[in-house]
């Protein structure tokens, strides 16, 4: 555990109101990538994989009453805040942030380069009120806004489901989100960044990958460590009908690989490429 | 071209964990049961009596509930005959609970495991409860037995808390068994402190979490109150048969056979891969004891 008197301990906590209602704190608990399993167990992980710093836990406690939790995560910067926070986007709005969700007593949200948990050990009307005012004094607290990925200026916007683009580092995580295989054939890590996102609906819809590796030859590596693995029966083509009648496709540019899995046609795959990778090749071109 | 709801997604998938398959959609398994004096017994049992504020019955059902699975499994129609069987007088004893803040084994499961321990004749200064520090523990550093009780549920990044994963806490570094989803969770088993060590598995079912959210992956809507015990000498049958009502549970839930949010091939990877146990469900002999009402499986 991180000492609550260091700096950025101390910055972290200054956040967080001390009481809410009748609800006390008790003492603070700070963690860091390395100490975060004393506290939260396999968890951790996801953490770390967004290049978390410190996590902050302050526990409400009122007699009688179901305890209240804050967790206030310091992840560095605004796109790894934003990232975590689309781990899990399960819930309603709860307009708090840049981008929250509520759901049975557990509100997530982000703003700048934190991202907050406050959870309710049982939901009831009063722990929900109390949650979600929490929730708004700590994002009142954070002075600025954060930027979010710039993956995502790429996402073509016609059919996108803003409300389920995924941000992330790893293999692991985009095969919770969204199985690709067992083995890291997409040559992830975390240097890595890579946006995920649907287009139609969560069933029959498709989905498209972007990776930025920072650089054109470790772009051009993945793209061929894919396509031998996915679509070995047309690794150079670059696009496949799949078993189930759908098309993934796969295309460089720049730095970037865009996939796409599932679409309807094959027209839908390459439009989809074609648009991605013009978009985000604008971005990179002088102005 | 003929659609095929089996992708090549599903292929990546299970080329490197096919007994997955075989364990979570046991309709498509072909392979031919395996002959009866193979199979590896799990008791289920469960009592419908209220749960109480910590999450277990009364003390009484929970050593009932243990005794008629203990003697379920080894055949035995008295409860301390049974543990006599498979603990000595001399034995140092380890039970290896799991102090999880939000689901644990809870006190009841702890103190039956212990009377019963006693009863077989092992000196209460031999015996020791532990979890996070059974490092440091002088019991568990001499141990000769150890008994093994956690609660199941959902995890994070294992996919599910099981009882091959109790036994992280026997190494300082648990992160460091973290890779592939913790595929390999079964080489703990052979930890000195650990190895051949272990008499009795218990899985506590009595409030499982089926499903998790947010950092700390638990929300209290997405458990049950199963009220069951899972018993056997084997962790990975009893795992599997956990995983079993898990996958039940979330089919109800949810409506599909949605995946766990993590892969628990460390479940099977302990078969296949380390041999620690049987996950095949045609080699595990389930027996079903006490309250029949959704069981699940």
Redesign the interface.
């Known amino acids: 555990m991180t000492a609550p008197e260091d700096k950025d301990a101390k910055a972290l906590s200054s956040l967080i109101p001390r009481t809410i209602g009748p609800w006390l704190s008790e003492a603070d608990e700070v963690f860091d990538a390395e100490t975060i399993?004393d506290y939260?167990?396999?968890?951790?992980?996801?953490?770390r994989s967004y290049n978390m710093r410190l996590?902050l836990a302050r526990r409400f406690h009122k007699d009688g009453k179901p305890d209240i939790?804050v967790?206030l995560f310091d992840m560095g910067s605004s796109e790894d805040a934003f990232g975590v926070f689309t781990h899990?986007l399960?819930g309603e709005d709860a307009k708090i942030g840049q981008g929250s969700t509520y759901?049975?007593?557990?509100l997530?949200f982000w703003k700048d380069r934190y991202f907050g948990?406050v959870?309710a050990?049982?939901?009831t009307p009063e722990t929900k009120g109390l949650v979600l005012e929490l929730g708004r004094q700590i994002a009142a607290a954070i002075p600025r806004e954060g930027s979010k990925p710039s993956l995502l200026s790429a996402l073509p916007p016609e059919g996108l489901d803003a409300k389920l683009v995924r941000f992330f580092h790893n293999h692991?995580v985009l095969?919770?989100h969204f199985?690709?295989?067992?083995?890291n054939?997409l040559l992830l890590d975390q240097t890595t960044d890579a946006v995920l996102a649907l287009y139609g609906g969560p069933k029959d819809g498709a989905r498209l990958l972007l990776v930025d590796y920072g650089d054109t030859a470790k772009a051009g590596a993945a793209r061929d460590s894919f396509s031998g693995?996915?679509m070995p029966e047309s690794p150079e083509k670059g696009i496949v009908?799949?078993?189930?009648?759908k098309w993934a496709a796969v295309r460089t540019a720049g730095s970037v690989v865009a996939v796409v899995?599932d679409a309807g046609s094959e027209t839908q795959a390459a439009a989809v490429l074609d648009e991605a990778a013009a978009a985000w090749m604008k971005g990179r071109s002088p102005k | 071209m003929r659609r095929s709801s089996i992708t090549r997604r599903d292929f990546l998938k299970v080329a490197s964990a096919a007994p997955l398959a075989g364990a979570f959609i046991p309709a498509l398994k072909a392979g031919t049961p395996a002959a009866p004096d193979e199979k590896v017994r799990v008791v289920l049992v469960r009592d419908p009596s209220p749960l109480g504020p910590g999450g277990a019955p009364p003390a009484e059902v929970v050593q009932k509930m243990l005794d008629d699975a203990v003697c379920a499994l080894l055949g035995e129609k008295d409860a301390v005959r049974a543990w006599k069987s498979i603990i000595r007088p001399e034995d140092v004893v380890g039970i290896k609970t799991n102090a999880w803040r939000y689901i644990p084994t809870t006190v009841e499961v702890e103190q039956a495991i212990k009377r019963r321990v006693m009863d077989a004749g092992v000196a209460e200064d031999n015996i020791a409860i532990d979890d996070r520090g059974v490092l440091r523990n002088p019991v568990f550093q001499r141990a000769t037995a150890l008994v093994n009780a956690r609660p199941f549920r959902t995890h994070h990044w294992s996919g599910v808390g099981s009882l091959i994963k109790n036994y992280i806490m026997f190494v300082p570094s648990p992160p460091a068994y973290h890779g592939d989803t913790c595929a390999d969770l079964a080489t703990l088993w052979n930890l000195p402190m650990v190895k051949g060590k272990t008499r009795l598995n218990v899985l506590v079912m009595f409030t499982p979490l089926f499903h998790g959210v947010g950092p700390h992956h638990y929300s209290k809507e997405y458990t049950w109150e199963y009220k069951g015990l899972i018993v056997s000498r084997d962790p990975v049958a009893a795992d599997v048969t956990g995983l079993r009502v898990l996958q039940a549970k979330r089919r109800e839930h949810f409506g599909d056979d949605r995946p766990f949010q993590m892969t628990p091939h460390h479940v099977f990877l302990a078969d296949t891969r380390h041999h620690l146990g049987v996950s095949d469900i045609n080699k595990i002999e389930l027996v079903k004891l006490g309250w029949p009402d959704g069981a699940l499986i």
Do not use: M, P, Q
């Open positions: 399993f939260i167990n396999g968890s951790g992980e996801v953490y996590v939790v967790d899990d399960d759901k049975g007593g557990l997530s948990s959870y050990e049982e939901e692991l095969n919770y199985f690709v295989a067992d083995t054939i693995a996915y009908r799949t078993e189930d009648g899995f």
